[in-house]
């Protein structure tokens, strides 16, 4: 979380840990990069320890006592043979233990469920503020058009007496000159200024009112995120795929990771329309560099790599537009992080020259189950 700063809020807010009521004029810290906010309390708390997964193993129950010995048998009886003890029971996939230091995860995962979970998280801050800020808005749009038409008259009456003034100096005062303007166009000419203020206050209130461009993104991310699942089912069943896997003393998420005869995969996924280009090693999108998505690539697929003991390959997959190459020798990777459209996305894993055996294939499965 970077770009903090205390501050005397302006406006009504949530305390991003505890959910406390912000007003305006309290202090508190404000991060404008995230547009989150963070009560004094919260902020000068100690940080806890980052959580350690552990396996959960069932309860034992208190062995009961031992039942007295029965009497013993006859000479002449067989010898009775003991029973058996139970073979110790094997936990099932659904009980094995999750990724150290990812924590629980759940055999299903919906794509795209924190994306989502942040944009309206987001968007519930900006109705509410909308909410406490609709009088002001509604006075501010119906007061538009008066002021509009009214304008129009007002400039219509000085532009009158300022001509009056001039004519009557001119001629010394001995003639009396008409208006300059006629009453019926200037009551025409402040109706369309009435309409057009009316329609330009309108607008710019439901702007306000509107999502943020910092918050649709969230929600372009969580639509990106669930196109690539509807990709990844298109692979073969060999293939399994985990869907916003926590990542470990962050409030980031792995979008998607793929493991199957050719290898581990993390999937990063990108909603740009306007695609991105590669050309002499980097990776640009809509004009601007686009480094911070291949480092953040790189750090998932090392945090997977240390989790599993494996090579990793990141790949980040751009919904919506193309990836363009540019260059004879360019390949779609840039620092090891390979780029590809959704629609090459599936091909793009079964197509890896990489073999994972499959003793290594359940070893691996075994630990992000």
């Not at 936990?91 to 995860?105: C, K, N, R």
């Not at 480092?295 to 193309?322: D, L, M």
Request: hydrophobic fraction near 40%.
């Amino acid at each position: 979380m970077t770009g903090g700063k205390v501050l005397r809020l302006g406006w009504a807010a949530t305390c991003m840990d505890c959910d406390r009521a912000l007003a305006p004029g309290d202090r508190a810290w404000w991060f404008h990069l995230d547009d989150v906010g963070r009560c004094m309390s919260c902020a000068e708390a100690p940080i806890p320890a980052a959580p350690v997964a552990v396996t959960a193993t069932p309860l034992q129950q208190p062995t009961p006592p031992a039942p007295p010995a029965p009497p013993a048998p006859p000479a002449s009886a067989p010898p009775v043979s003991p029973t058996p003890p139970a073979p110790p029971e094997v936990p099932s996939a659904d009980q094995t233990a999750p990724i150290e230091g990812l924590g629980p995860q759940p055999q299903s995962t919906t794509a795209g469920a924190s994306a989502q979970a942040e944009y309206e998280r987001r968007r519930g801050m900006e109705r509410a503020r909308a909410r406490r800020n609709l009088p002001r808005l509604l006075l501010f749009v119906a007061a538009a058009p008066i002021v509009g038409y009214f304008g129009v008259r007002l400039g219509a009456d000085i532009l009158d007496g300022q001509f009056r003034s001039v004519a009557s100096s001119a001629v010394d005062g001995g003639v009396e000159t008409g208006p300059m303007f006629d009453s019926g166009l200037v009551h025409r000419v402040g109706l369309i200024a009435a309409f057009w203020t009316f329609a330009v206050t309108a607008t710019a209130a439901r702007r306000v009112t509107g999502a943020r461009q910092s918050t649709e993104a969230w929600r372009i991310g969580a639509e990106g995120e669930r196109l690539t699942a509807r990709a990844l089912q298109e692979l073969p069943a060999s293939y399994r795929v985990q869907h916003d896997l926590a990542m470990p003393g962050s409030k980031a998420n792995i979008d998607h990771v793929v493991t199957g005869p050719t290898g581990v995969f993390t999937v990063e996924t990108k909603n740009y329309k306007s695609g991105v280009t590669i050309t002499n090693g980097r990776v640009f999108g809509a004009g601007r560099s686009l480094d911070h998505v291949v480092q953040q690539a790189r750090r998932q697929a090392t945090v997977i790599a240390e989790k599993t003991g494996t090579t990793v390959t990141p790949i980040v997959c751009v919904q919506g537009g193309r990836v363009t190459v540019k260059g004879r020798l360019q390949q779609p990777i840039v620092d090891g992080v390979r780029f590809c459209s959704g629609r090459r996305l599936c091909e793009t894993i079964a197509n890896h020259p990489v073999e994972c055996g499959d003793d290594e294939l359940q070893r691996i499965e075994h630990r992000l189950a």
